[in-house]
T-cell receptor
Framework: AQKITQTQPGMFVQEKEAVTLDCTYD???????LFWYKQPSSGEMIFLIY??????QNATEGRYSLNFQKARKSANLVISASQLGDSAMYFC??????????????FGQGTELSVKP | NAGVTQTPKFRVLKTGQSMTLLCAQD?????MYWYRQDPGMGLRLIHY???????AKGEVPDGYNVSRLKKQNFLLGLESAAPSQTSVYFC?????????????FGAGTRLSVL
């Protein structure tokens, strides 16, 4: 069965430092997609970054990068130069099957990141 | 741009009451989804739709019904609310086609069932 695991319930990082949020996944489908979303205290879900299972390069979006290790089934989010506004809940998610199967997402339990000034 | 709009934002129900949550998107997306988020947990899929007039069950469908009569709207109904349905409900939409299918979320509806 498909599953997403985030083992860090909470993380602290000093402002301007880099931080890695862990995500491991389990699937038998060769075609899948991995997503990271940010949920600030206001509650909305904000898309950050995407990695496809066939993508050769690790995804990057500004200060966000995804450390994709396919053999280890891990898709860790790296945030460089942390800012106070990065304090939020972060969710890793996996799309089940191909996009023609409805694009359903399975979410991990989340990691709460706190950035210290 | 409005994106995905959920109404209402907050609601308190008594056990056994019914209600409908409305989700509207203005991005012409084919796919729409309803999730629930409970404390300390990620989002879990309730129902979803791959197009107007179609619906399908997700991971936790019991106690909920949905309808997609118009492409832009996806309604979530609770026929007889139970305290276990106290949660934050999120609607999302995504386009058909493309290689990524990012889901765009509404702001959420906080529901309390007493």
């Amino acid at each position: 069965a498909q599953k997403i695991t985030q083992t860090q319930p909470g993380m602290f990082v000093q402002e301007k430092e880099a931080v890695t949020l862990d995500c491991t996944y389990d699937t038998s489908d060769p075609s899948y997609g991995l997503f990271w979303y940010k949920q600030p205290s206001s509650g909305e879900m904000i898309f950050l970054i995407y990695q496809g299972s066939y993508d050769q390069q690790n995804a990057t979006e500004g200060r966000y990068s995804l450390n994709f290790q396919k053999a280890r089934k891990s898709a860790n989010l790296v945030i460089s130069a942390s800012q106070l506004g990065d304090s939020a809940m972060y969710f890793c998610a996996m799309r089940e099957g191909g996009r023609n199967q409805g694009g359903k997402l399975i979410f991990g339990q989340g990691t709460e990141l706190s950035v210290k000034p | 741009n409005a994106g995905v709009t959920q109404t209402p934002k907050f609601r308190v129900l008594k056990t056994g009451q019914s209600m409908t949550l409305l989700c509207a998107q203005d991005m012409n997306h084919e796919y729409m989804y309803w999730y629930r988020q409970d404390p300390g947990m990620g989002l879990r899929l309730i129902h979803y739709s791959v197009g107007e007039g179609t619906t399908a069950k997700g991971e936790v469908p019991d106690g909920y019904n949905v309808s997609r009569l118009k492409k832009q709207n996806f309604l979530l109904g609770l026929e007889s609310a139970a305290p276990s349905q106290t949660s934050v409900y999120f609607c999302a939409s995504s386009p058909l086609g493309g290689s990524i299918n990012i889901q765009y979320f509404g702001a959420g509806t906080r529901l309390s069932v007493l």
